[in-house]
């Protein structure tokens, strides 16, 4: 009994530990010009998007487990029809990704946050929730925490959605691939505000979003050498079991009940028979 008490707590620090500071240029390269990827300090970045170009940058290594984040500031004002996207991806047909996408809408509207996560090629697991606070207002902290057993997607450490392993039930999941971090903002009028009703108005642009502390701790994949490395969870960190407290859990509850606002769980039209995955517990 007390060494499943002590086993709890060494998992619960794990998954409370804060990622490593890592500097823009230590770890990321803009893939657009310098009027769009405006690199302000080696800790503060704005994506700008106008008519003439989005805008992007993506880290320079690939990693297979870890808790990896970043601060980001939306952009401010009237942002209906912009995406700003930051996320982990795979390469290949075939790929594994985690999505935070941030969808504008006019001004005094709130923002939407979808995610979704693409296994082995295989993603439409797209979760939307309304945040509580305004995103454009101050930098606020986007993370994932992912390891062979489990995903967990975080809002200033507040777990907002679990994508567990159930390969078990004939799901895929996201624990062979190494993947890179990227963020990009881009004009997504066609389907990012109101179903693509209200589109980007370019009287407003730029449009600009902010971003800081460029963390990671996670097991780094240099030329996929060490891949079965970081996938063996006796020999990491990383690849080891989160535990959530009773008071993370109780706050992806919250999330959930008052801020959930679409599921594709409960999707009939794109479902009528759920993903197995659906019959499962959330946590």
């Not at 700003?84 to 941030?102: N, P, R, V």
């Not at 881009?186 to 009287?203: L, M």
């Not at 979003?209 to 460029?214: D, I, K, L, Q, S």
Request: with cysteine.
């Amino acid at each position: 009994m007390m060494l499943a008490v002590v086993l709890l707590a060494l998992m619960a620090h794990l998954a409370a530990r804060a990622a490593v500071p890592v500097s823009f240029t230590q770890n990321y390269l803009s893939s657009t010009d310098a009027n769009h990827t405006r690199v302000l300090s080696a800790e503060l970045v704005e994506l700008v998007l106008d008519q003439d170009s989005a805008a992007a940058f993506g880290s320079k290594t690939t990693y297979l487990f870890g808790r990896i984040g970043m601060g980001i500031k939306l952009v401010p004002g009237y942002s209906a029809g912009t995406v700003t996207a930051y996320y982990l991806s795979s390469a290949g047909l075939t790929h594994d990704e985690m999505d935070f996408e941030f969808l504008g809408n006019v001004t005094g509207e709130p923002y939407t946050l979808q995610t979704n996560v693409y296994a082995k090629g295989v993603g439409g697991r797209e979760q939307r929730i309304n945040l509580w606070f305004d995103p454009s207002l101050d930098f606020h902290y986007y993370s994932v925490l992912w390891n062979s057993n489990i995903i967990v997607f975080l809002v200033d450490k507040v777990p907002i959605r679990v994508f567990k392993n159930n390969q078990n039930l004939g799901v895929p999941y996201l624990n062979s691939q190494a993947m890179a971090v990227y963020t990009s903002l881009w004009d997504g009028s066609q389907w990012a505000t109101e179903g693509g009703r209200v589109k980007i108005d370019w009287q407003y642009a730029p449009f600009i979003a902010t971003y800081e502390g460029f963390n990671v701790d996670g097991c780094a994949v240099q030329n996929n050498n060490n891949l079965a490395g970081c996938a063996v969870a006796s020999s990491n960190k990383w690849a080891q079991a989160p535990a959530l407290t009773w008071h993370q859990t109780n706050q992806l509850k919250w999330v959930r009940h008052r801020y959930l606002v679409y599921n594709y769980c409960t999707d009939k039209m794109r479902y009528p028979t759920p993903p197995p995955e659906c019959g499962t517990s959330i946590l």
